[in-house]
């Protein structure tokens, strides 16, 4: 697996079957594996949050869920092809944990949509044990949440309460946590639940469900003016970093 640099965040070249493939030995051997999204956004304002920049550099699987990450990689010559979706790889994962009956924990989102989310995986993946779930309106401290998904040991964490409160809630507690795998997976709740329809097949094919949930939610409409912004600030970070080298 190889890493690269993008404003001095680490992202890997993976597929969605190569993070599946090394979930087994994790499982057995009983160690961590945290798989955290990397986008824009992320890239953009993660050194506002020096714990979100260790929790990155200390992950094992850094995946690249934005088209703006591959275009950058493809510019400079890097070896990232694909956009490794967090939302697509969270139901891969739910498959394997389904075919293979292990347990999981959500955390995040509002408490119906948690509800609905719960149903919609007892729904589809039966064979799943749901261990637990909070949501993130919760009135219970971060020590009482870590206490509660320990006490339910599942295999997978699900954590769902966006950036940068997601990051930052592991990068505090994923030491404290009795779970083999984490993943970041922001507003997939929302659209597992239902609450909120996936982009057109035509806007994923083309790479463009980003443009198509800003233009649908007048709070996002500013990510529209990201993309660009940091695609400039992506590529003069490369080309100085190599003058440097």
């Given at each position: 697996?190889?890493?690269?640099?993008?404003?001095?965040?680490?992202?890997?070249?993976?597929?969605?079957?190569?993070?599946?493939?090394?979930?087994?030995?994790?499982?057995?051997?009983?160690?961590?594996?945290?798989?955290?999204?990397?986008?824009?956004?992320?890239?953009?304002?993660?050194?506002?949050?020096?714990?979100?920049?260790?929790?990155?550099?200390?992950?094992?699987?850094?995946?690249?869920?934005?088209?703006?990450?591959?275009?950058?990689?493809?510019?400079?010559?890097?070896?990232?092809?694909?956009?490794?979706?967090?939302?697509?790889?969270?139901?891969?994962?739910?498959?394997?944990?389904?075919?293979?009956?292990?347990?999981?924990?959500?955390?995040?989102?509002?408490?119906?949509?948690?509800?609905?989310?719960?149903?919609?995986?007892?729904?589809?993946?039966?064979?799943?044990?749901?261990?637990?779930?909070i949501d993130g309106y919760t009135k219970l401290i971060d020590e009482e949440?870590?206490?509660?998904?320990?006490?339910?040991?599942?295999?997978?964490?699900?954590?769902?309460?966006?950036?940068?409160?997601?990051?930052?809630?592991?990068?505090?507690?994923?030491?404290?946590?009795?779970?083999?795998?984490?993943?970041?997976?922001?507003?997939?709740?929302?659209?597992?639940?239902?609450?909120?329809?996936?982009?057109?097949?035509?806007?994923?094919?083309?790479?463009?469900?980003?443009?198509?949930?800003?233009?649908?939610?007048?709070?996002?409409?500013?990510?529209?003016?990201?993309?660009?912004i940091f695609l400039i600030k992506s590529l003069h970070w490369k080309v100085?970093?190599?003058?440097?080298?």
């Amino acid at each position: 697996m190889k890493t690269e640099q993008i404003l001095g965040i680490p992202v890997d070249n993976l597929t969605y079957d190569e993070v599946l493939a090394d979930i087994p030995q994790y499982i057995e051997q009983k160690t961590k594996m945290s798989i955290l999204s990397v986008n824009p956004q992320i890239v953009l304002d993660a050194n506002q949050y020096p714990e979100i920049i260790t929790l990155l550099h200390n992950s094992t699987h850094r995946i690249p869920d934005g088209i703006g990450v591959v275009m950058v990689s493809k510019l400079t010559g890097g070896a990232i092809k694909e956009r490794v979706a967090g939302f697509d790889l969270m139901m891969e994962i739910l498959a394997y944990a389904d075919k293979s009956e292990h347990s999981i924990f959500l955390y995040g989102a509002h408490p119906d949509v948690l509800n609905k989310a719960v149903n919609q995986v007892e729904s589809k993946f039966p064979n799943i044990r749901i261990a637990g779930a909070i949501d993130g309106y919760t009135k219970l401290i971060d020590e009482e949440v870590v206490d509660m998904i320990n006490q339910a040991k599942p295999d997978f964490l699900f954590v769902a309460l966006g950036f940068p409160k997601q990051e930052l809630w592991l990068s505090r507690h994923i030491n404290q946590l009795d779970v083999n795998v984490f993943q970041d997976v922001g507003g997939s709740f929302d659209v597992l639940s239902g609450q909120v329809k996936r982009a057109p097949k035509m806007f994923i094919d083309l790479h463009l469900e980003w443009l198509y949930r800003s233009l649908r939610n007048p709070s996002r409409i500013g990510r529209i003016f990201q993309l660009p912004i940091f695609l400039i600030k992506s590529l003069h970070w490369k080309v100085r970093h190599r003058h440097d080298r």
